[in-house]
């Protein structure tokens, strides 16, 4: 799923593109993508767009009058731009394009991989109808220490959980909450309160420079061109889409836990000292015979 860094490089790449541009149609393509039914998609045609912005992780392109589309991309949603209006061949469109918006400066294509179609699209009318879609959680770049402590140690739950519930903070996921506890040297499984102020600072440091970075880092690869490749797998991660190869900072084999859809990067030397996290799957089904150290688990090996 697009987080901060990734959503932050659509509206860079989006601006130039549409903003100040009129949105003549929508082409849905998709039955399910558009999930209200008040107003129509009709009623955004014709209209400029006068701003953009993000609520969580979701793009809100803000029209004329105070309508607004907003863009749930989920897992597999990404976005597409084309200079030229594709021109109707008679023939069935990609399985992937789920709908296309054509602006008088070209047309953005929302795409979606894999047969479940989760991508969602919103018309609103009024800005108070955007108050649904904020689902409250503090948005982390730039704000203080001290709000960061308070929404952080609200409730005592593992940080890894923490950092990617959208109700605590806005905008981080899987990929990029494992490259924060790497930075910040922290297990994924402690639990919030029993973090000392030295830690919580330290937490807040690295996730101030992880995501700013990152978003800095894709706008400049990108270098104005659209961004064909979004992904949670990037090279130069530390540790996240990285299990079994090497630690930048220690060079320990990076470890993963495994649970439901998604999987958390750490480094044992770095994060966990020494200890391995227990697997669900695996831990299971090995029981006593689960390896609690790197050194148990070299020894499993050979």
Request: glycine share 6%; net charge positive; hydrophobic share 35%.
């Amino acid at each position: 799923m697009p987080e901060y860094p990734d959503l932050h490089l659509y509206l860079e790449s989006l601006r130039p593109r549409v903003l100040d541009h009129v949105l003549e149609s929508v082409n849905l393509r998709s039955p399910f993508v558009l999930r209200s039914v008040e107003p129509a998609i009709t009623d955004t045609f014709g209209r400029r767009v006068v701003d953009l912005h993000r609520i969580g992780k979701r793009i809100v392109f803000e029209l004329e009058d105070e309508r607004f589309l907003v863009l749930h991309l989920m897992i597999a949603g990404r976005l597409q731009w084309r200079d030229e209006d594709p021109k109707p061949t008679g023939k069935l469109p990609p399985k992937r394009e789920l709908a296309l918006f054509r602006f008088d400066s070209g047309t953005l294509v929302l795409t979606e991989a894999g047969p479940k179609k989760r991508a969602s699209l919103y018309v609103v009318r009024g800005r108070s109808g955007l108050d649904e879609f904020d689902r409250g959680g503090l948005e982390l770049i730039g704000c203080s220490l001290e709000d960061f402590a308070s929404v952080l140690q609200r409730e005592n739950r593992t940080l890894k959980r923490c950092l990617t519930d959208p109700a605590v903070f806005s905008g981080i996921g899987n990929a990029y909450s494992d490259e924060i506890l790497h930075a910040a040297r922290l297990s994924p499984v402690m639990l919030s309160k029993k973090l000392g102020a030295d830690e919580v600072a330290r937490l807040y440091a690295a996730v101030q420079a992880v995501l700013t970075e990152w978003a800095e880092r894709l706008v400049t690869e990108a270098a104005g061109e659209w961004p064909k490749k979004v992904t949670a797998f990037r090279k130069g991660m530390a540790v996240h889409g990285r299990y079994r190869k090497p630690c930048p900072v220690c060079k320990t084999e990076v470890q993963r836990i495994r649970y439901a859809d998604n999987e958390c990067n750490y480094c044992p030397t770095c994060q966990t000292d020494g200890k391995l996290l227990a697997d669900r799957g695996l831990s299971a089904l090995l029981g006593k015979d689960w390896p609690k150290t790197l050194e148990e688990l070299e020894e499993r090996r050979r």
